[in-house]
């Protein structure tokens, strides 16, 4: 069974990093591609980070390209998501999930197997 574990999230001032983790059981990182979501209230699900699952490729949504970096641990079979230079518009419940392996797509609705999600707030 494919599951999710997402950890990490919290309380941030602007400027500040976190480190999001992202726990896979039931499957291998290279059977799936990897995408980090992130839904604000009253906003809809936006793809903002993927990592191929062919070749450990990535691709970014524009508003977090130099900030955000998404990497994998085969050997934990865990996906990160190191986020810098934190701004309150990053504020949003963060999700990963599984994609095609041979795609990049930022797409939500080409990803399935959805973890719970983690909170993370940008505020002074």
């Known amino acids: 069974q494919v599951q999710f574990v997402e950890s990490g999230g919290g309380l941030v001032q602007p400027g500040g990093s976190l480190r999001l983790s992202c726990a896979a059981s039931?499957?291998?990182?290279?059977?799936?591609?990897i995408g980090w979501f992130r839904q604000a209230p009253g906003k809809e699900r936006e793809g903002i980070a993927c990592?191929?699952?062919?070749?450990?490729?990535?691709n970014y949504v524009d508003s977090v390209k130099g900030r955000f970096t998404i990497s994998r641990d085969k050997a934990t079979n865990t996906v990160y998501l190191q986020m810098n230079s934190l701004n309150p518009e990053d504020t949003a419940v963060y999700y990963c999930?599984?994609?095609?392996?041979?795609?990049?797509?930022?797409?939500?609705?080409?990803?399935?197997?959805w973890g719970q999600g983690t909170q993370v707030t940008v505020s002074s």
């Open positions: 039931g499957f291998t990182l290279d059977r799936y591609s």
């Open positions: 990592i191929r699952g062919s070749d450990g490729s990535t």
């Open positions: 999930a599984t994609g095609p392996r041979w795609s990049k797509t930022l797409r939500s609705s080409d990803y399935t197997n």
